[in-house]
């Protein structure tokens, strides 16, 4: 057995046990406390690195040369254990050709997660429900539960859902930037205010499939809404704090209270224009644009140029970059959210979900491999394991294990 095949077992029986059993005495060297835990991240948008063409998920990747932060030696070499990997759809029109569009790449993304794991079984396993993650932990594997940002592709018919189930998704995010059909985005103008009747239908059938209800990205309208009508506790997967940054993304105190007292978790975000202001420039947003539109454009060739293409765009974005700087906001502002959380509700009820390649990172913690940043600095404010085995696990699950326990409908 290797050394790191050690240290996830002893992580494993951390969070199943909420303590951690002895070191071998025989042992060379006790793994680090953060490589003991189980450590997931319940927001990775890095299965949209599956479909760049010439991109090996096994290989490991430099943030500055392809914009990634997420692969598997790099989960490793950080003691990522898993998380939610999710199934994320940009909002598009309202149309049924909009709808049908967005059906499909949902169904494709699912299926390139599940590729991923056949392909690498001894490295990746599927998760569906809580206890999964300490048995695929304790064989040295990573893993991979799957999440929905956005029901917009669910279209007309929630009855899709029922597909996505049964495809291993466990956790229901209603609405990214823009209001959709299911409801408000924090980000949107009101339209429902809050829930629209289809969203509370959709709601009501994640509950009985078991999945956990993400009021990420919602209104607080939703938010509010889905406290009162959710059979289980929801989780809000890669959101921060209103009263550190005041941004519509992050969440005010009132609510998080409300949330933590009905057994939930707030997961912070390190999404950077939630935690510092960031000046609008019409000229970093026309380059952007317009790299955005090249990097569409590159869908009809060729694989070799595709990733010829795709080297190109890296290059450019750099330049964009240095052209206009943007500020960034760093580890400490980070942390400020996250013992903001501790401070308010406690370690039972806050956890990670940094949005890795997705819009996440700060400077000092670019990519997954500084996430032991964290742990050190909870270690140093007096956080014992067993509160971090739940701040950076055990929280998610328990919240997925009562959604599970509150399903109605057996798979
Ligand atoms: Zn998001």
């Known amino acids: ?86 199934i994320y759809t940009p909002q598009g029109p309202l149309t049924p050709e909009g709808m049908a569009a ?114 990420s990205h919602a209104s607080d309208a939703v938010f509010d809404q889905l406290m009162e009508i959710s059979r289980s506790p929801i989780i809000l997967s890669h959101s921060g704090c209103r009263a550190v940054f005041d941004h519509p993304r992050n969440i005010d105190d009132a609510r998080i209270k409300k949330l933590a007292a009905a057994g939930g978790t707030i997961q912070i975000n390190s999404y950077n224009t939630y935690l510092i202001t960031v000046p609008p420039n019409p000229e970093r947003d026309k380059a952007r644009a317009a790299l955005g539109q090249k990097t569409r454009s590159l869908a009809g060739l060729t694989p070799a140029q595709q990733a010829a293409g795709m080297q190109e765009v890296a290059r450019e974005r750099r330049e964009i970059e240095t052209r206009y700087p943007e500020p960034r906001a760093t580890f400490e502002m980070y942390m400020r959210h996250v013992t903001h959380a501790l401070d308010l509700v406690g370690p039972d009820h806050v956890g990670v979900g940094c949005d890795w390649d997705g819009g996440g990172g700060v400077t000092g913690m670019e990519d997954v491999t500084a996430i032991p940043k964290i742990t050190e600095r909870l270690v140093k404010l007096g956080y014992t394991e067993s509160q971090l085995a739940g701040f950076w696990g055990g929280n998610a699950l328990r919240v997925l294990k009562a959604a599970h326990e509150a399903r109605k409908i057996s798979s």
């Open 102 to 215: 967005a059906r499909d790449a949902a169904l494709l993304r699912a299926v390139q997660i599940r590729e991923l794991v056949a392909a690498h079984p001894r490295q990746f396993e599927l998760a569906l429900v809580a206890e999964d993650a300490a048995r695929i932990a304790v064989v040295g594997k990573r893993i991979v539960y799957q999440s929905i940002e956005n029901a917009y592709p669910l279209g007309d018919d929630i009855g899709l859902l029922n597909l996505f189930h049964k495809l291993g998704v466990r956790m229901l995010g209603f609405i990214h930037f823009k209001n959709n059909q299911f409801g408000d985005s924090a980000t949107d103008t009101p339209q429902w205010n809050g829930l629209s009747p289809k969203g509370r239908e959709l709601a009501a059938l994640g509950n009985d499939l078991g999945m956990v209800l993400d009021a």
């Open 1 to 86: 057995m290797t050394l790191s095949r050690r240290k996830v077992i002893a992580g494993g029986a951390a969070v199943l046990a909420g303590s951690s059993i002895p070191w071998p005495a025989t042992a060379k060297a006790a793994p680090s406390l953060h490589q003991r835990l189980i450590c997931l991240d319940t927001h990775l948008d890095t299965p949209s690195s599956l479909a760049r063409p010439g991109w090996d998920m096994m290989q490991h990747h430099d943030r500055d040369q392809d914009s990634t932060q997420v692969d598997y030696p790099r989960m490793v070499e950080g003691g990522l254990d898993g998380g939610f990997f999710a």
